[in-house]
């Protein structure tokens, strides 16, 4: 049976999340962030990588953690398997 518009937006309107019952169920506290002094890089790393930015944070998806990390030339999401 061929699917049309209305079929789409009948779907949307049933099965997207209601934004009022996921309002407030996310959590956000602000941590402080971490210098890193480039005197405290080795310097062949340096020479070989110059400057990047690294963003780390874990997050918690059904109560699983997950470390997300960022940097210019990757993205990453790893499970966690022990975190205490």
Request: hydrophobic share 30%.
């Amino acid at each position: 049976m061929p699917c049309d518009k209305q079929d789409i937006l009948r779907a949307e309107d049933i099965f997207r999340p209601n934004i009022v019952s996921v309002k407030g169920k996310t959590t956000y506290t602000t941590q402080k962030h971490v210098r890193v002094h480039p005197q405290d890089i080795p310097q062949e790393i340096m020479e070989k990588h110059g400057e990047i930015i690294l963003s780390i944070d874990i997050m918690f998806i059904n109560k699983i953690p997950f470390r997300h990390s960022k940097t210019s030339e990757r993205y990453e999401e790893q499970h966690i398997n022990n975190i205490n």
